[in-house]
């Protein structure tokens, strides 16, 4: 069974930038998809970015298009996400998610992903 701890998140100002890491456990994480979700107060989860198992295929919302980026290493068992240009609206928990499939679900809908982290909080200040 693969698990997944977040890591990264923290209090920043518009602009500034993070990188969060998803640390997983467990021998299948290299040939999962792993994706991104964000949730903030009062809204659903909502699908940030995804990346396939071997990182050659990437996908992202509209709005965090130009701003992220999705990158894997499993030698290292871990995803990251380099947030730029952070928004007030970027401010969320953001939730990393494993998929036992090798792609990920391009509906972008949480119940496609098998496994989750906890979740680390974003904040970001204007």
């Known amino acids: 069974q693969v698990q997944l701890v977040e890591s990264g998140g923290g209090l920043v100002q518009t602009g500034d930038s993070l990188r969060l890491t998803c640390a997983a456990s467990g021998r299948t994480f290299g040939s999962n998809a792993v994706a991104w979700f964000r949730q903030a107060p009062g809204k659903e989860r909502e699908f940030v970015a995804a990346i396939n198992w071997s990182g050659d295929t990437t996908y992202y919302t509209d709005s965090a298009k130009g701003r992220f980026t999705i990158s894997r290493d499993n030698a290292k068992k871990s995803v990251y996400l380099q947030m730029n240009s952070l928004k007030p609206e970027d401010t969320a928990i953001y939730y990393c998610?494993?998929?036992?499939?090798?792609?990920?679900?391009?509906?972008?809908?949480?119940?496609?992903?098998?496994?989750w982290g906890q979740g680390t909080q974003v904040t970001v200040s204007s």
């Open positions: 998610a494993g998929r036992l499939t090798s792609y990920p679900a391009t509906s972008g809908r949480p119940t496609e992903y098998n496994y």
